[in-house]
């Protein structure tokens, strides 16, 4: 166990459903990152936050994502109209700047 | 685009063998670098890092190389053990400030 806690860890929706899945990360750590896994894949980057601000997004980030981290510490990524190739696995971690990041345990999104 | 990559996709070790898992990497900017272990259904664990002005450093029962003129890291592990059995991703970053990009991975099967 790292720190990182991400809720939930499985997701079952079908497709044009809303999610949301939130992460916790460790509580001193100010940077937080989110990334997507698809299978035999490493984990891809989508967007990452230094406290509460959102420095940077991957193309990968369509407009259908959103994420949010209000307060500098725990953060929400949130995906609209959900489509089938968005099926995969999302990885919170988080670091404090400059150094290694702690990855959670991930939630795994199946959209029908 | 720039990316990380890794020689061998398997790897499979006699139990108390050493074991050495390879990664090319293309970026030159990139001077910090780490290896993940993930274990089926978990997020990537932290192993080992190493910032470009070291060429080796030890950690218990594992040892990264790096070889900035050819631009290859190695994770060397001693005495491998049935709970080393896992997929194993480098990634490399700017300075630890940036997103992490991952390679693929390298799957490490342990024979006992």
């Known amino acids: 166990d790292t720190g990182v806690s991400q809720n939930p860890r499985h997701k079952i929706t079908k497709r044009g459903q809303n999610v949301t899945f939130r992460c916790d990360p460790i509580?001193?750590?100010?940077?937080l990152y989110w990334y997507r896994q698809t299978l035999g894949q490493g984990p891809e980057f989508l967007t990452y936050f230094q406290n509460e601000a959102q420095l940077e997004k991957s193309r990968l980030l369509s407009d259908r994502f959103s994420a949010e981290r209000p307060k500098g510490s725990f953060s929400t990524l949130e995906i609209q109209r959900t489509e089938q190739g968005d099926s995969a696995m999302y990885l919170c971690a988080s670091s404090l700047v400059a150094n290694e990041q702690f990855f959670g345990p991930g939630t795994r999104l199946t959209v029908l | 685009g720039e990316s990380v990559g890794l020689h061998l996709p398997t790897l499979s070790v006699q139990e108390g063998d050493n074991s050495i898992i390879n990664c090319a990497y293309s970026?030159?900017?990139?001077?910090?670098f780490i290896w993940y272990k993930q274990e089926s259904g978990k997020g990537p664990q932290f192993i080992i890092d190493i910032r470009s002005n070291m060429d080796k450093r030890q950690g218990q029962r594992v040892t990264v190389l790096l070889n900035k003129t050819v631009k290859h890291l190695s994770l060397q592990i001693a005495a491998t053990q049935p709970g080393d059995s896992a997929v194993y991703f480098c990634a490399e970053n700017d300075s630890g400030n940036t997103p992490l990009v991952f390679g693929k991975g390298t799957r490490l099967s342990v024979i006992a």
């Open positions: 970026n030159s900017a990139s001077d910090y």
């Open positions: 509580s001193e750590h100010n940077r």
